[in-house]
């Protein structure tokens, strides 16, 4: 309680201009108190220091009206100042006790802090802005807006430092305006000068409207957050099937071939970091959008109109990153594919695992979770070009001739050779080596009456008028004439019309199911036929020859002029 008493005296004993411990305090008639060098009277019964007072009376001589600075009771003639003996030594004693009445320092505005306009020496810390008078005031100096008329429609905000940014710098005005036409706030001069004509509307209703619309995208956002963080569980339920998988996997697999082990190890190394870079992603985008959400919701509750239609302009102009397609899940069926594998003969352990795999890994892992866009550009195809070499145990040596893996050429032989098992013996057609799966790229340059750009699966006939690419439903097959091209599949044909090209590019994205074929030049990709299904097996490229002189050529080196 004694403390409590002391603190009640020292605010009694400070000056309300100054917030100091009063000096030479005096009494007067009402019994109230005053800082002065000389004793004082003022029948309003507020404190000051003398000092403070006299530089207050000082600016309003010459009005000759004086009044109280705290409660503004006016004066005819300048009142007298007299000094209080017995208030002096209070004040006198409460020092000896080392309090003090000053502000404590965190009232005192720092280089980071809005100071208030009105203070003199050291300011203190701005309580609130005026829009209107464009100046900031601590709760001292702010009192005149609470307590007067005069100020009952002025607009007050919290503390800022950027009030001259509502400042019009042409005309040195208050910006109130907003152009819709330009996107800026103006003045009323403004609107009369060079945004005669424009769209306009108060700043006030302006902000209104953003308010709907920053409303709109907050839900967004957040929904996508909620998206973003469903991924990353999905994510993290993905790497621990196949960590579960792969463990089963080499369980039932390592007692046969220790090679498979080996080759599921580095399956399930490259699935779990593919999964975990994901996922770090994932979580650097609802960072992110958490930010981009904060920042919105920081803005939302802004009071000045011009700061506020300033930063929306601002956030606006931002470009969203692109919103990822959601994680998805293929079923994974590590152990009954393994245990298959590894019950079928040794040297075709590498296909049979490459083959099935196709179907649950995470290879070509952007498409299997997170879906991108296409390429545009032949720069970006290149990006996915892929190296593919022909496989002659597919072609048939009294039809094909093939040369260093690369060129196919129509070779009417009338040899009796044997041929393989793998051939097509009724058709001049010929396989590549590899089974695709993910994003490719490749092109070919051909010649002659006529050529088939095909894809098929590996299971393709062999025999018969169903071996041919494009007359069943394991194949897929652009057909190029020298005046036009066509398309195949179940023996469907569609006519295309294009101009003629002696190069031919072919993008595949398996695990979208995009099969794309193109007239490619150096410059230039100009879309033939675009397939969009389910692709169940790997795609081997395959090219078929109608006659003597036609040949099709694998672009070895891409990113250079054939």
């Known amino acids: 309680m004694a403390q409590r008493g002391i603190q009640l005296d020292q605010e009694k004993l400070s000056c309300s201009i100054c917030l100091d411990l009063l000096k030479d305090p005096v009494t007067i008639p009402c019994g109230h108190s005053y800082c002065m060098s000389d004793p004082v009277t003022i029948p309003c019964g507020h404190s000051y220091c003398m000092s403070c007072i006299k530089n207050y009376w000082d600016e309003e001589d010459q009005k000759e009206i004086h009044s109280c600075?705290?409660?503004?009771?006016?004066?005819?003639?300048?009142?007298?100042?007299?000094?209080?003996?017995?208030?002096?030594?209070?004040?006198?004693?409460?020092?000896?006790?080392?309090?003090?009445?000053?502000?404590?320092?965190?009232?005192?505005?720092?280089?980071?802090?809005?100071?208030?306009?009105?203070?003199?020496?050291r300011k203190?810390?701005?309580?609130?802005?005026?829009?209107?008078?464009?100046?900031?005031?601590?709760?001292?100096?702010?009192?005149?807006?609470?307590?007067?008329?005069?100020?009952?429609?002025?607009?007050?905000?919290?503390?800022?430092?950027?009030?001259?940014?509502?400042?019009?710098?042409?005309?040195?005005?208050?910006?109130?305006?907003?152009?819709?036409?330009?996107?800026?706030?103006?003045?009323?001069?403004?609107?009369?000068?060079?945004?005669?004509?424009?769209?306009?509307?108060?700043?006030?209703?302006?902000?209104?409207?953003k308010q709907k619309e920053l409303g709109a995208t907050r839900q967004k956002i957040q929904q996508r957050i909620q998206n973003r963080e469903k991924d990353v569980k999905v994510l993290q339920q993905e790497v621990e099937a196949i960590n579960r998988s792969a463990d089963k996997a080499v369980e039932d697999s390592e007692k046969v071939f220790t090679d498979a082990k080996q080759q599921i190890r580095s399956r399930q190394k490259s699935g779990v970091t593919l999964a975990n870079e994901l996922q770090e992603k994932l979580e650097q985008e609802i960072a992110d959008l958490k930010r981009k959400d904060a920042e919105l919701g920081q803005l939302s509750h802004a009071e000045d109109h011009i700061q506020f239609l300033h930063n929306y302009i601002l956030l606006s102009r931002l470009s969203e990153a692109t919103d990822s397609s959601g994680v998805k899940i293929r079923p994974l069926r590590y152990t009954e594919d393994m245990t298959a594998a590894v019950s079928g003969v040794r040297d075709k352990l590498q296909d049979i695992l490459s083959e099935e795999w196709t179907k649950i890994s995470l290879t070509g892992s952007e498409d299997v979770l997170l879906a991108q866009a296409e390429p545009k550009t032949r720069a970006e195809f290149l990006k996915y070009s892929c190296q593919i070499r022909l496989n002659e145990n597919t072609a048939d040596a009294n039809k094909v001739d093939i040369r260093r893996g690369l060129k196919a050429t129509y070779s009417k032989n009338n040899y009796s050779y044997w041929c393989h098992p793998d051939s097509f013996s009724d058709w001049p057609q010929v396989l590549c080596r590899e089974s695709l799966t993910g994003r490719?790229?490749?092109?070919?340059?051909?010649?002659?009456?006529?050529?088939?750009?095909?894809?098929?699966?590996?299971?393709?006939?062999?025999?018969?008028?169903?071996?041919?690419?494009?007359?069943?439903?394991?194949?897929?097959?652009?057909?190029?004439?020298?005046?036009?091209?066509?398309?195949?599949?179940?023996?469907?044909?569609?006519?295309?019309?294009?101009?003629?090209?002696?190069?031919?590019?072919?993008?595949?994205?398996?695990?979208?199911?995009?099969l794309c074929f193109y007239s490619a030049s150096d410059s230039t990709m100009t879309l033939l036929y675009r397939v969009q299904t389910t692709f169940t097996q790997p795609l081997c490229p395959g090219f078929g020859l109608y006659n003597s002189g036609s040949y099709a050529e694998i672009c070895e080196a891409l990113n250079t002029e054939d």
């Open 440 to 514: 490719c790229y490749w092109e070919v340059k051909w010649k002659g009456s006529g050529i088939f750009v095909a894809v098929a699966y590996k299971t393709i006939s062999r025999t018969g008028r169903d071996s041919i690419f494009g007359h069943n439903d394991k194949s897929w097959a652009l057909e190029c004439f020298c005046n036009g091209y066509e398309f195949r599949h179940k023996n469907i044909i569609t006519p295309i019309s294009a101009p003629h090209s002696s190069r031919v590019g072919v993008y595949l994205d398996h695990g979208a199911g995009t």
């Open 69 to 121: 600075p705290q409660c503004r009771q006016t004066f005819g003639p300048r009142p007298a100042l007299g000094r209080n003996t017995v208030l002096a030594d209070l004040v006198e004693e409460l020092k000896k006790t080392g309090l003090q009445a000053a502000p404590a320092d965190h009232c005192y505005a720092e280089p980071e802090d809005v100071a208030c306009d009105v203070c003199t020496g």
């Open 124 to 209: 203190l810390k701005a309580v609130k802005s005026c829009l209107q008078c464009l100046v900031s005031y601590c709760e001292q100096h702010l009192q005149p807006h609470h307590e007067s008329p005069a100020f009952e429609k002025h607009k007050l905000v919290d503390p800022s430092k950027k009030l001259q940014e509502n400042v019009c710098t042409r005309h040195n005005e208050v910006m109130k305006i907003f152009c819709r036409t330009d996107q800026q706030c103006i003045c009323y001069l403004c609107s009369m000068d060079e945004h005669k004509g424009h769209d306009t509307v108060s700043a006030a209703a302006e902000m209104t409207e």
